[in-house]
């Protein structure tokens, strides 16, 4: 969905998280309720989540399996991404159907940043990453920046300035690397070329255009020699190439979501947070399609709703993890025909508007009790 890279900076901006997020314990029953109201039939309603294999996300399925009644089916593959070739048998197991997609993304309260997680059952309470399929796709196109950031240099003069590349970012024949815009970095002739002013064995030093300098005054002092361009490497002078090859089997889905917004990724205050937000905007751009268009859905009632995971870590004291639900948007498909799509705001105000409480909840511990207070059932083997 990131195309036009000019829009994905807006695009990232639409979604917005502060006072904008349910508790999950809030935001379940409030989801129940809004389906009943759209006509679904309460003990028919068959939920689905497609949500990371990560152990953290399952408080999400134990609160949906308390308030639908029912355990939901899966649609989610690692990385928060959802397996569109599940819609079928979701469709044959329920009358009404629910699909809740979402990225997730750890956050320390502690440390006020987002992209860990304390893991309780580790050895020492260990935090790692979190979600970690997002981190370890992040991680080779992190490193390109901060090296591009320290190996691109700007020398600040009264009038110009020179900026000195290295040379992989003249090459072609990488395969995969971050590219320069450079013509919105470097003076070209008329004829197209880039004249060096100066050569190095492992870079060229060229004349920046007259915008990059005056955007350059912003960042950098005349006089001070050459100083690495750092995070004045703003996404609007850089992209990445690299050949994804062709996903058979979701593993490259996730990249593929991220690719057009990396530079904005890489260059967040919060890395992870930014990925998570353009993996479920991505996402749900994907999935409404597929949803829409297959025939398994067609006629019934269904509601398809994406949004953000924060998982907040837990003290040692506390069995599970703080889950808050930021939405995202919705699709709603009703067997009479009617369809349409939520956006972010108009979504929130929907289920604020719903109750959060749900006398129809299923009592998990007298439900478990029950089960082990029937009677023995033999099986009886075929010989």
């Known amino acids: 969905m990131y195309n036009v890279r000019d829009?994905?900076?807006?695009?990232?901006?639409?979604?917005?998280?502060?006072?904008?997020?349910?508790?999950?314990?809030?935001?379940?029953?409030?989801?129940?309720?809004?389906?009943?109201?759209?006509?679904?039939?309460p003990g028919k309603i068959m939920p689905s989540r497609a949500f990371c294999s990560d152990e953290s996300q399952g408080y999400p399925v134990?609160?949906?399996?308390?308030?639908?009644?029912?355990?939901?089916?899966?649609?989610?593959?690692?990385?928060?991404?959802?397996?569109?070739?599940?819609?079928?048998?979701?469709?044959?197991?329920?009358?009404?159907?629910?699909?809740?997609?979402?990225?997730?993304?750890?956050?320390?309260?502690?440390?006020?940043?987002?992209?860990?997680?304390?893991?309780?059952?580790?050895?020492?309470?260990?935090?790692?990453s979190n979600c970690g399929k997002i981190h370890a796709t992040l991680e080779w196109y992190l490193r390109e920046y901060e090296f591009a950031c320290q190996n691109i240099f700007v020398d600040m003069r009264a009038d110009h300035c020179?900026?000195?590349?290295?040379?992989?970012?003249?090459?072609?024949?990488?395969?995969?690397?971050l590219v320069l815009h450079l013509e919105k970095m470097v003076e070209h002739q008329h004829d197209g070329e880039m004249l060096p002013i100066a050569m190095q064995s492992t870079s060229r030093t060229f004349m920046a255009t007259d915008a990059f300098f005056q955007h350059m005054r912003w960042f950098f002092n005349e006089g001070t020699g050459k100083q690495p361009l750092g995070d004045a490497l703003l996404p609007e002078y850089f992209t990445y190439h690299t050949r994804l090859r062709e996903d058979t089997d979701g593993s490259r889905q996730l990249e593929q979501n991220l690719i057009g917004a990396m530079p904005w990724i890489v260059t967040s205050a919060e890395p992870m947070l930014t990925a998570a937000q353009a993996n479920t905007q991505a996402e749900f751009d994907r999935a409404y399609r597929s949803i829409s268009q297959d025939s398994a859905y067609r006629g019934r009632n269904l509601l398809?709703?994406?949004?953000?995971?924060?998982?907040?870590?837990?003290?040692?004291?506390?069995?599970?993890?703080?889950?808050?639900?930021?939405?995202?948007?919705?699709?709603?498909?009703?067997?009479?025909?009617?369809?349409y799509v939520l956006e972010q705001e108009a979504l929130f105000a929907r289920l604020q508007a719903c109750s959060a409480d749900n006398p129809q909840?299923?009592?998990?511990?007298?439900?478990?009790?029950?089960?082990?207070?029937?009677?023995?059932i033999y099986l009886h083997l075929p010989y």
Request: hydrophobic residues 40%; contains cysteine.
């Open 62 to 128: 134990i609160l949906l399996a308390k308030h639908f009644g029912i355990f939901p089916f899966n649609h989610g593959q690692v990385g928060g991404i959802m397996a569109c070739d599940r819609h079928g048998p979701h469709a044959h197991h329920g009358k009404d159907l629910v699909i809740v997609h979402s990225s997730h993304v750890g956050y320390d309260p502690e440390a006020m940043t987002f992209g860990s997680y304390r893991r309780i059952q580790t050895a020492n309470h260990r935090c790692s």
């Open 7 to 41: 829009n994905v900076q807006a695009s990232l901006g639409h979604f917005r998280m502060e006072n904008y997020w349910f508790r999950y314990s809030n935001f379940v029953p409030r989801l129940f309720n809004w389906c009943v109201e759209l006509g679904f039939e």
């Open 361 to 376: 909840q299923l009592g998990l511990d007298a439900a478990i009790q029950m089960m082990e207070d029937e009677e023995e």
């Open 304 to 339: 398809y709703i994406a949004g953000l995971h924060v998982d907040i870590s837990p003290s040692p004291e506390q069995a599970f993890v703080l889950t808050k639900f930021i939405p995202w948007a919705a699709y709603v498909q009703l067997k009479n025909g009617e369809r």
């Open 162 to 177: 020179r900026l000195t590349l290295d040379n992989q970012y003249l090459s072609r024949s990488r395969e995969r690397s």
